[in-house]
């Protein structure tokens, strides 16, 4: 899962497998993700033009996620956006555990880092306020110079207009999903019911 690269291992079934079963247990769905990942993730139609047009203009364009900063990054270098990026504000990281040996590989994916980077505590993540206060302050931006898209209205576009920004919903966020897959990526998460 994107959100919890340790699910796997965490699953109660490894509490009865060997070392090398979960290890192979591990490679196994790490395997599956990437392969799957990389048949599959695809910019929305016109981001990539969108982009390459604000960079064109002159606007800085700040990716702000939940995700962990070094994974949102290597996801954006793989679909060939980091480039129209300045900077990328996210949380500073999952709580890995020290002897966990699947973690180091983690941080490693965060090559070519843009200008900016900004990670943050998980209690500052959207829709707190402060990710995007943190964005206005180190690019000397005032709030309604500020714009923000999300394919949220909770989490990215009514936060960022309590603060004085524009809101821009880019609505295609989870419209193509099953209720299968919604199910699933439901149960899978550490979402509340909220």
């Not at 699953?11 to 990437?34: I, K, N, P, W």
Request: net charge negative; hydrophobic share 40%.
């Amino acid at each position: 899962s994107v959100e919890d690269p340790f699910a796997v291992q965490k699953l109660r079934l490894c509490h009865y497998l060997s070392r090398d079963e979960v290890d192979t247990l591990v490679h196994a769905s790490q395997v599956a993700f990437g392969r799957t990942r990389r048949r599959r993730l695809r910019p929305y139609d016109g981001v990539r033009e969108t982009l390459h047009w604000a960079a064109s203009n002159g606007i800085q364009v700040i990716a702000a996620t939940n995700a962990p900063w070094y994974q949102a990054w290597s996801r954006l270098r793989r679909l060939g956006l980091a480039t129209f990026f300045t900077g990328i504000v996210g949380w500073e990281g999952f709580p890995v555990e020290t002897d966990d040996p699947y973690a180091p590989q983690l941080k490693g994916n965060a090559r070519a880092l843009p200008g900016l980077c900004i990670p943050i505590p998980k209690s500052s993540l959207k829709p707190n306020l402060e990710m995007y206060e943190r964005v206005a302050a180190a690019t000397n931006v005032k709030m309604d110079e500020m714009w923000v898209v999300g394919d949220s209205l909770e989490k990215d576009v009514l936060p960022a207009l309590s603060i004085g920004a524009h809101g821009v919903w880019a609505e295609y966020g989870d419209r193509d999903i099953s209720e299968v897959d919604r199910a699933t990526i439901l149960n899978i998460t550490h979402w509340s019911s909220e």
